[in-house]
């Protein structure tokens, strides 16, 4: 079908004069786009008042069209598809095979992961820096931060003169070892994943690396010894960061996995794992 179309405009003021290409009907062929001008002309000065110095005018405008039968096919171009543009992108394909794998660098906005873990259409990915979040510490006491974004950052989690220093350190928790209810979870990993979603992210579940994960013949940290050194992937011990662990155990950026007292709040960061459909992608 064609269609027999125009285009009716109207203001609600005296002040202005409302004209557009479409005033008179018009007849547009089946698969064509048609563009057209409005031209608003002011044919009238408004001189204010105290009370009402401005004045505002609404615009109205409304289409109508009534389908013509044709007797031929038509050859016009048809109108371009609209395409949405995925929220997550592979900002790095580390092994560059062209498909998604480990050691694979996924992104959301400013957030970036390492895929640690492909099964089926779930995709775990490790962040790349610690969040920025908890305290300052040189290694043996620790200042609240004053800038907290609750996002990732470069600055978090490593050494930052090549001294003990640290930023974005915090507690495991209180007075327990277990992670589910860990102060660790419910002020900062739980938070994350909701600053994740609202941009669009649809995670599916967060929490931290655990111990068997990193020990697994697929990263490769050793069980006897504990290290990530042996590890072929040496973003694993990019940052210092608490595990999942059970025991109360964490990451050194020296590769080393340590045990630690969980209500030291000095050396360890935030460094969440998540879970994503391959679709997203």
């Known amino acids: 079908y064609d269609a027999n179309i125009a285009i009716t405009c109207t203001n609600s003021t005296e002040y202005l004069k409302i004209t557009n290409e479409f005033d008179t009907s018009t007849d547009l062929l089946a698969t064509e786009t048609r563009s057209g001008k409005l031209t608003v002309e002011v044919i009238k000065s408004y001189v204010g008042t105290t009370e009402k110095p401005t004045l505002d005018t609404a615009i109205s405008c409304e289409i109508t069209g009534n389908a013509k039968e044709r007797t031929s096919r038509a050859t016009g171009t048809p109108a371009a598809k609209v395409v949405h543009e995925k929220s997550w992108k592979l900002t790095n394909d580390a092994d560059s ?157 020296n590769g080393d996995i340590s045990n630690c007292y969980y209500t030291i709040d000095i050396w360890y960061g935030v460094r969440p794992v998540i879970t994503i459909s391959k679709s997203l992608l």
């Open 97 to 253: 095979n062209g498909e998604l794998s480990i050691g694979d660098l996924i992104t959301l906005g400013t957030e970036s992961f390492y895929v640690y873990n492909v099964d089926g259409d779930n995709v775990k990915a490790l962040a790349q820096y610690n969040l920025l979040v908890g305290n300052s510490s040189n290694g043996s006491t620790a200042t609240p931060l004053e800038n907290v974004t609750g996002l990732q950052d470069a600055s978090a989690g490593a050494k930052v003169d090549g001294a003990s220093n640290y930023k974005g350190t915090v507690a495991f928790d209180d007075d327990s070892k277990v992670y589910e209810t860990s102060t660790i979870k419910s002020n900062y990993v739980d938070p994350y994943m909701n600053t994740l979603n609202e941009l669009g992210g649809n995670v599916e579940s967060i929490g931290l690396i655990t111990y068997e994960e990193l020990t697994s013949d697929t990263l490769g940290c050793k069980f006897n010894g504990n290290t990530c050194i042996s590890s072929p992937y040496d973003w694993l011990y990019s940052t210092s960061y608490w595990i999942d662990a059970g025991n109360s155990m964490a990451v050194n950026s």
